[in-house]
């Protein structure tokens, strides 16, 4: 964990705070939204009891408290699930992100009042986001008039349909899992590096599952194969799999990069896996901070909820 001294003695306008499964991240900001300072902490919901939101949140936030009177913080993530601090429902698409809906959470301490973004759901075919929508909010305030598909990698990435301002609906996949589960847990796990690359090993992947999805579960052993038999590396093993694994997910979202622009969210490697992926499919992809996001839509959902521009 690491705090950040408040050497200016300047107590911060408000707290924009992101809680995610692993970790928290904490900004002061001033008036204007500039960053006062930023602080990180490992305690993310996974390791925390509801009673202990609101101590780690004082805890941090302290330092840069108001001596008099009472700023806002308003958090995005985790913090709002059923397993988190209090949860905050869903608001049911299509509905414009960040928009309404905040949920007010106890802190003990009048200085400081807590306020979580929901999430979003979609009823048919079930699915949900929490987290994602305050990036999606983020990208939307900095780009109004967009209308395409938000993609955004992960563990769980999510594929959104945005138009007119609002979420019209979203998809879900289970990329980052199943690449882990079977990287680690299968019979490939023989074969997989745990680092490395190889480009061409990737497109391969990529191509194979472009143009046959419906043979994905059949290829799989093939890299266990070929490592035995045709001496394919671990690093170009690691290549494949992952290249296997998002054609197939760009395979099951052909209808949303084939025919509207793509806007990829997040941070370093992944960003340019995903548009690697996305030309080898004939396709292009933009990219958007994924951090940048994410404060930009703690800034909405904090305007929203003052009724003042954003």
Known sequence: MSKSANETGQAAAWFAVDWGTSHLRVWAMDAEDRVLTQIHSDKGMAGMAPDAYAPELLALAEPWLPSSGSVDAVICGMAGSRQGWIEAPYLEVPVAPSSSGMVRAETGDQRLKAQIV???CQKTPADVMRGEETQIAGYLRKNPGFDGYLCLPGTHSKWVNVSGGKVQSFVTVMTGEIFALLG????????????GWNEAEFEKGVRQ????????IASLFAIRAEGLLANLGGEAARARLSGMIIGAELAASRSAWSDRPVVVIGEGALISIYQAALTVAGASAEAFSGDEATLSGLCAAYHFMKGTPS
């Open 209 to 216: 599952s472009l143009d046959q999805p419906d043979r994905f």
């Open 184 to 195: 680690k847990t299968s019979v490939l796990r023989h074969s997989v590096a745990e680092s």
């Open 118 to 120: 929901p999430g979003l």
